[in-house]
């Protein structure tokens, strides 16, 4: 990733970014939402992170990572 283009790889989107994904995806405020990757849960914890702080009740981690209930 071009660093001068997005120097900061991790950055919270704005509103209007998020509201345009999570419509995109069908998730509003009262949506159930279950986070996970593959690897060791850090991502799925900033999603979720991410959904509560724009307003989803309902958020929770697969406890494991996709890696134990899919093997």
Not at 20 to 39: A, E, F, H, R, T
Not at 43 to 53: D, I, K, N, P
């Amino acid at each position: 990733m071009d660093k001068e283009v997005r120097p900061f790889q991790h950055k919270t989107p704005t509103v209007e970014q998020m509201t345009d994904q999570l419509k995109k995806l069908g998730v509003g405020k009262d949506s159930k939402v279950i986070c996970y990757d593959n690897v060791d849960g850090t991502m799925a914890a900033r999603g979720a992170f991410l959904l509560s702080v724009f307003g989803v009740k309902d958020v929770t981690i697969l406890n494991g990572s996709f890696k134990s209930w899919c093997p």
